[in-house]
C-alpha cells in the first residue's frame, strides 16, 4: 500500500489470481457435482431376456440416462495380446513412453519426465452381457473410447533401459537431460471382465446400444461396480469444493485486507485535515489577541509567536512550524501545535 492509498501490485495480483482460480474451481466442482447427481438419478437396468420388451415399450424407445453392469463378450472377432499367450480382449492400447531425467535449475535436482511418443488403440464391436452364460441377452457397447473412466488392465509392462557411454554421461550434464529408457505397456479390456456402463440405452431395430448420452450427461465405462463409480466421483466432488472454499477464503482476505488499508488511510486523512482546520482557527484567535493584521503576518513566520521565523523541524510528523525558542517553551511532553503528534526529535534548520 503506498502512500497514495492504490493497493499494490502485488495485492491486485493476489486477488485477481484467487479470485480467477476460484471461479474456475467452483464451475469444475458444480459441473462434477451435476455429474453425481445425475448419476444417482441413472436408471438402473438388469441384463435379461425381458430388456428387449421393456425398451420397446418406452417413448422413443429409449432410457436417456441408464446404468447396466456387465461382463465383456465379443460379438464376432476379439483380440489377442501381443505379448501374453491366452489373453484375449476387446481393446488392446500400447503406449511407448519415454522417461528421462531433467535437470531443474530452480531447484538444483534431476526431476523424473514422462513423455508418451506412441499411443495405438485397437477396438473391435463387443456387448456386455449377464454374467450368466443361460442368459443371451446382450447390449452392444457404442464408441467406448468416447468414455471416461476407461481404465484398461495392464497386461503386459516392459522398461528399455538406454545404454549410458562415459561420453554420453558428460553430454547430458552439459545439457541439462538424461534419458533413463522407454516404457512399453499394453493394456487391454478382456474378455469376461464385469464393466458398469452409464450412457444412453436404445433398441435400434433388434439391437440393444448403450451409447454416449446426449450433451451434458458423461458417458461412463469402467471396471468399477456402480458404486464405487460413485464414491469415485464423490471423492473428486469433495475435492474440488475444497479447493474452491481455500481459494474463496484467499480472495476473501485479501480483498477484506486492501478494504481495510483504504478506511484507516481515508480516517487519518480526515482526522488531520480536522487538526488543521483546527489550528487555523486557533492562530486566528491568537492573531486577534495580539492585535496582528492577517495580512502583515509572513507565511514562514512561527505558529506560536508570529514574529520570528520558523527554524526547526519536529520528528517524526516532520512539520515545520515553529522557532526554537517556542519549541523550548512548549508545555511536556511536547506535542507539534499543528498535528499534536509527540514530538520524538527536534532539528535546527539552516537556511543558507
Ligand atoms: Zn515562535
Ligand atoms: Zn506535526
Redesign the pocket.
Known sequence: MDSSGKPSTAQVVVLATSSALTALFYSIYKSRATTVARLKGAQKVTIDQGLKNILSETPGRCVPYAVIEGVVRSVKETLNSQFVDNCKGVIERLTLKEEKMVWNRTTHLWNNTEKVIHQRTNTVPFSLGSPDDGIAAAVRVVRPLDAAELNLETTYENFHPTLQSLSNVIGHFISGERPKGIHETEEMLRLGEAVTGVGELVLDNDLIKLQPPKQGFRYFLTRLDYDSLLRQQGNSVRLWRILTVVFGAAACSTLLYILWKQYHRHRASRKERSLLEEFKEQQKRRMRELNVEEGSVSPSS?A??L??ERSCVFLECGHVC??V??FDVLPEPKKCPICRATIDRVVPLYNS
Open positions: 512561527c506560536v509567536c514574529s520570528r515553529a522557532c525558542q517556542c
